[in-house]
């Protein structure tokens, strides 16, 4: 069991096959526990006794993965409105990975200017099965990890505070250890992809593992090329093995800098984990710091938390209306009592008043109520993109909230044969039902195609559709 004094948000490392959990003792110390290998943890009688209670229930949990489980992909997009964006990229999500439903769910993006100059959304989603079957069991033990790293995204943060510019152009970095090295790329200061070396047995010299990394760094040199339509521009290295600076600068035949106070700072023994090689170089009070490396989340999870300012605001309104409500059933009591106020003076003008100032406090309150009741154009625009199946595309949409709320909307459905058209408008109807609620009786048979409206499009068909139905 490995410790530090530093401390720090409890952690779930994933390394080779194994899982380690990091937590904080009472003293103020942190504990890296023994690993627990995934066949112990990924089956139904998986044994919780090596896991602390004290690290149940925690919130703002952090878990590492490896780099590759995580997958990233481009795509035109004209918009910057973020809900768009969101809606688009889990449609798109699980459109492309049908057999993996669970991936629309852990996703990040950023917007930037294609290579033409156009508008495009760039996202990062986790898709490998362990990942999920990982999640899943932790979330039934209680052990909610609120966000998903990887080791490129902390380097990514390390290497961002320390070399000037690493946002422009493309930057390698080569971190050595002494049997294996880990190779990471960046352009425009965001991770493109990684690789894990296997270096050969030191002999004395560093000669063998010097001509494997100078092979491995130029093939992946190339391999940036591809990806990013562009060359590298700096190679950064941190080695803590047997390969110097200038010995892997001559065989590369360019420069290769050393990153400035980055060895001394993980060498600290009270800071680093030191196990296994992929999480070497963490530096755990970059964990506890999340705001500070990119990271991925559980999308339902997040905004349920969101929420929960927004819920404890309706329950104090709810308390006030309550208040109010029973403020005026006691006015009620009080004026419906035969204490012959009409025989006072001036107690039926005062009454007048009353019954008046109590009418339009009823008006008023039926108007906000009313008000509040009405569907928002907003977030049914919202709804309707993240019902939408891949191949329908909507044309025209009106959105009507008064005097009878509904959605009338034109679009185009493709397909390459006639049975597809039936599963697409199927899909279709599948997403209005499970986002509103006035869609729940809607057929096939609601659905009018143009057939006299179609055409050939990319080896398929075509066809214009029109569709009504009404919001609650």
Known sequence: MRRFRKRSTPITLIGNDEIYFVLQGGSGEGQILDPLTFDRVLTDEADLSAIPETFHHQAHSVMVVPDY????????????KRSLAEAFLERKLRADFPEIPEVRDFYEYFFHQGDEGETAVYAYFLRDPTFFQLYDQLARWNLHPRRITTPAFLWASQLRERIPDFHKGGNAF??????????????????????QITLPEFQGDASDQLETLTYEINQSLYLFSQKAKAEVDRVYMASFGHVEVGELSGKLGR?????AGLEEELTKVSTTIGQPGLLSGLYLPDLSQSQKFLSIYHRLTE?????????????????????????????????????GTETTRGGGAKAREAVAALR?????????????????ADKTIINLARALPEDVWIKDMVVETEPTPGVALTGTVR???????????????DGLKEHFEGTRSLGLQDIEVDTSNCKAVDGGQSCVIALKFGLP
């Open 69 to 80: 489980w995580l997958e990233s992909l481009s795509f035109p997009f004209q918009s910057r």
């Open 415 to 429: 397909a390459e044969k006639p049975s597809q058209f039936r599963e697409t408008l199927s899909e279709f109807l």
């Open 360 to 376: 339009q406090y009823n008006e008023a309150l039926d108007l906000f109520l009313k008000e509040n009741q009405r569907p928002s």
């Open 174 to 195: 080569v971190h050595i250890l002494s049997k294996e090295c880990f190779l990471y790329f960046f352009f425009e200061g965001h991770f493109l992809f990684s690789r």
């Open 303 to 339: 905004k349920e938390q969101q929420w929960k300012p927004v819920q404890k605001v309706g329950i104090a309104v709810g308390f006030i209306l309550l208040f109010l409500l029973a403020g005026e059933g006691l006015l009620l009591w009080q004026w419906s009592r035969p204490v």
């Open 255 to 259: 420069e290769v800098e050393e990153v």
